[in-house]
């Protein structure tokens, strides 16, 4: 019997050092790194969004000298809603419309608004956190409360996994949204990882 093969470790060479170059397209949120990588571009400058302080932007983190930059290779995630497809770089949301408080979040980005949602998620390592939040209002707004510190503390109506890809088929339709916007109602959804879509430089 032949062994499967061994799942790709993308964390180990998701930053890489290059050049400094001045003349890169930029991104000014998480939206827009969507907007380049469909127009073609595999390297760009990002200067704000979720990911911008996920991965620690204003801090250098990626000036090595005058001449060399830190690359950081980042995940983009692709869903489908029925023949519908979309992509996302921060995170999409999946709420009940009656109950929005009662939602899935597919995270790549660990801070979303200024809150650590996912706090031990990684934007470069091939897979997203899935957290599923079926709790009542008021828990709902504790938990929020909490996430700005990332402050987390298990609950039970909280679920978190990690996932590559999957599928949901919901009773009803459900709000979607990617990275802040609705785009669909649907009942049917399924989301695959692309690793290592895009690399961005921090300026």
Request: charged share 25%; proline share 4%; net charge positive.
């Amino acid at each position: 019997m032949s062994k499967s093969p061994n799942p790709i470790n993308y964390i180990n060479n998701w930053e890489s050092e290059i050049d400094r170059r001045s003349e890169l397209h930029v991104a000014y949120d998480d939206k827009d790194i969507v907007k380049l990588f469909q127009s073609g571009e595999v390297l760009i400058s990002l200067r704000g969004g979720n990911l911008y302080k996920s991965l620690g932007g204003n801090n250098n983190v990626t000036s090595l000298d005058d001449t060399k930059s830190i690359a950081l290779k980042l995940d983009l995630g692709q869903i489908e809603l029925g023949e519908s497809k979309y992509l996302f770089a921060s995170h999409c949301r999946i709420a009940n419309f009656l109950q929005p408080w009662r939602s899935t979040f597919i995270v790549n980005s660990p801070v979303i608004r200024n809150r650590r949602i996912s706090p031990k998620g990684h934007p470069g390592d091939g897979k997203f956190e899935m957290i599923e939040f079926s709790m009542s209002l008021q828990q709902s707004m504790i938990a929020y409360r909490r996430s700005k510190s990332g402050d987390h503390v298990p609950h039970p109506d909280i679920k978190i996994s990690r996932k590559s890809n999957c599928k949901i088929k919901f009773k009803k339709k459900q709000r979607v949204s990617v990275d802040g916007k609705t785009v669909k109602f649907s009942r049917d959804f399924s989301m695959s990882v692309i690793p290592h879509a895009i690399c961005v430089v921090l300026n």
